[in-house]
C-alpha cells in the first residue's frame, strides 16, 4: 500500500519516498521491540505487561489472531510499527504503535494508522480501542482525526493494563 510523499524532520523531499506498509515477518520482530522500546522509555519506563509482548510478538500478538505492521519510508527504511492484539472474538486493542523520531511528522504515523484500522476491520473487529497517557497529546490527536473517541467504559475495563494509561479511547467510524 503506498501513501502520498510527505516529509518531515529527517526526511527532506531529495530523499523522501512513498511510504510503504509491510506486514509481519519473525525477522521484523527486533524492529517491533526497539521502536516501541525507544518511545516508551523516552517518555515513561518500561512496565512488565510492555516486555512480555515486545519479547512475544509472534505468540502473544500474531499467534491469537492479531496482527503488527510496519511503515517503511524508502531509503529511511521502517519507520514505525502497530499492532492489533485479540482481546476477545471480535474485539482488538490497537497496541504498541510507535514511529521513529526521525520519521515524526512524515505522514508515517498517519498511513500506519490507516492501514491498522483497514487491518483490524479484515480480521473482523467489531470492537477496536487503545490505551494511552494524555501526555501523548500528538497521539491522541492523530487517533481523534482518525476516528476515535474518549471512552470511560473502555478505561473502566481496561485502562488498569498500564500504571501509565489515563486515556482510552474506542474506534467510532466517521458517521457511525
Not at 85 to 99: D, H, I, N, S
Request: contains cysteine; hydrophobic residues 45%; charged residues 25%.
Amino acid at each position: 500500500m503506498a501513501a502520498r510523499r510527505d516529509t518531515g524532520p529527517g526526511m527532506n523531499s531529495r530523499t523522501a519516498r512513498p511510504l510503504r506498509i509491510i506486514a509481519f515477518r519473525d525477522d521484523l520482530a527486533g524492529l517491533f521491540h526497539d521502536i516501541n522500546a525507544q518511545w516508551i522509555e523516552t517518555m515513561f519506563v518500561l512496565e512488565p505487561t510492555d516486555r512480555e509482548v515486545l519479547e512475544n510478538p509472534r505468540a502473544l500478538i500474531v499467534d491469537p489472531g492479531g496482527d503488527i505492521l510496519f511503515v517503511e519510508a524508502g531509503d529511511h527504511g521502517i519507520v514505525g510499527t502497530c499492532a492489533l492484539q485479540k482481546t476477545a472474538p471480535g474485539q482488538f486493542e490497537l497496541t504498541k504503535m510507535g514511529v521513529l523520531e526521525t520519521a515524526r511528522g512524515s505522514g508515517a504515523g498517519r498511513a500506519l494508522l490507516r492501514a491498522t484500522i483497514d487491518r483490524a476491520r479484515g480480521l473482523g473487529a467489531q470492537r477496536l480501542y487503545l490505551l494511552t497517557n494524555s501526555k501523548c497529546a500528538s497521539a491522541i490527536r492523530l487517533y481523534e482525526a482518525a476516528g476515535f473517541r474518549h471512552d470511560a467504559g473502555i478505561m473502566a475495563e481496561f485502562g488498569a493494563r498500564y500504571a501509565r494509561c489515563d486515556v482510552a479511547m474506542l474506534y467510532s467510524p466517521a458517521g457511525a
